[in-house]
């Protein structure tokens, strides 16, 4: 975990993530990933299949793939948005950026530095990292949240007016966007819109792993940031 | 006083027994219960007919061609004759001043008491020099029309949204009736190029029977005829569950009459009946007949793109565009930049410990 040069020092230890942020976390990870990919069979079929109608359900096993692991990522949302209210401090950091705070953008300047290598240290933090906060803030969340819009609107135009999902989604924002394809256009910009979150993310966070001051991919199994020197934490912002 | 329906039917030829015949198929045909067959027949025979001015646009008239070819159980002068259409510049016998003369007798006669039709739309640019009836603008007979009648119908696509003639980028500024008129009037979009005849005989005569519109959706279209999409009706959905499809036209799956879907259909994103009352006395509709749904009722339909392809093209972003190859270009670019970014990570990360 940490480099022989700093083994010999102590390694303090904050408990960041809870089990159930933990939790939501992987699902939410393997939904993503069963939603991307059912979801770009979806709009782009596989080759077609041979035989008569009633041997295959491809496209109906496709789609209730896609929308199972839909519902899966909607019920997990709204877990994480109540574990925003009752949670530790962490758990609101990604809904409530400190956007008002000098501190927070001088801080994103610096994490900006430290990826265009022209900072030698990164900063050390407890949490997320300001520019971290920017990315999950705008990418992830708003992401999130347009795509269970969108995705429940399109969900709502087969379960037909007067189902839930229709009545609470697909009534309004389908006109809102047009029509039905403007949805699907939008819905599809979404898929890329997290893919890249996703590229980021994951890269970013094996990349700090390694070469940052404090533990990521683990802390997010275990739920404990370790840190790698017993500087200062910057957590002040 | 005007006829009332029944008479005017009586007059007609119709016996009795094919009246009653019509009137329990329009019931069944508007989702109605049992009993509204008789209600509908006590309606024909005590209403007067409300009289309907049937204005014309841009447009090119496929809203009155198929109006007229109506498969009801009553031959389709019968269905014109039911609607005392007093003014349709395409098919009624007077022309010129005397065609135009009776849009003011019958504002006059029924002021606030009429269905204005209204098929095709109006430009709005040069002060509706695009389009010119009986020497004058449109526009100008739109809206006198809409300030005194009781309710408006907008007919087809083109009223209901503008349709091929506000194409982009537009130059007419062809634009649809609820967004050209001044006058706050109800309206209820039929939409469709052309809307299918039975839908839009069925909407008159739902009007007139219970002299108010049918339950309408958000975007002012019929609940009855325009709340499912083609594809939960599609006679071909079994081949789409099963993930049959056309790749190309005239492949094997074309023969088989697999679904459409990867040619493009539209059926999943249009909302329209023609998956069940079908065309032409319930013949055929444009996937039975091999091609993919166009979302001819969808509005926008004609700025979508290609109608053989399933996303819509987005311009935005070069000449060849949909969301899957500018999201994935985008989603490229940002690989890459994380991998090369690695590299120099990694190389930073090698002289750092060099120099330790």
Redesign the interface.
Known sequence: MSSE?HITRSEPSVYVYEAPIRLWHWVNAFAILVLGISGYFV?????????E????????Y?RFAHFAAGYILLVGFLGRIYWMLVGNSHSREIFFPPFFSPGFWSGVKHELKW?L?MAKEPRKYTGHNPLALLTMHFMFVWGMIFMIFTGFALYG??T??GSWSHNLFS??II?LM?????V???H??G???I??FA??HI?VAI?ED??SRQSIVSSMISGWRNFKDDGKIDDGR | MTETFYEVMRRQGISRRSFLKYCSLTAAALGLAPEFAGKIAHAMETKPRIPILWLHGLECTCCSESFIRSAHPLAKDVVLSMVSLDYDDTIMAAAGTQAEAIIEETIKKYDGNFILAVEGNAPLNQEGMSCIIAGKPFLEQLNHVAEHCKAIISWGSCASYGCVQAAHPNPTKATPTHKAIKTNKPIIKVPGCPPIAEVMTAVVTYILTFERFPEL???GRP?MFY???IH?KCYRR??????????KFDD??ARKG?CL??VGC?G????NACSTIRWNEGTSFPIQAGHGCI?CS????WD?GSWYA???D?HQFGIEG???K???T??AV??TA?AA??A??AV??AQKKEN?
């Open positions: 040069a709009g782009s079929p596989l080759p077609t299949m041979s035989g109608a009633s041997d295959h359900y491809l496209m109906g496709i990826y290598f135009e087969g037909g007016p009534s309004w006109p047009g029509q039905s394809m403007d699907h256009t939008w599809h910009f898929m890329w819109w893919i890249i590229i980021v890269y990349r390694i070469m | 959706d958000r975007q609940k709340s499912q999409r939960d079994p081949h789409f569950d099963a993930g049959q499809f056309v790749e094997e799956g697999y879907y990867k539209k999943p994103t249009t909302y979302g969808e509005d926008g339909f979508k399933r996303l819509t987005v949909n969301a899957d500018v999201g994935g985008a989603a940002v690989g994380v970014h690695a120099i990570s930073k990360r330790a």
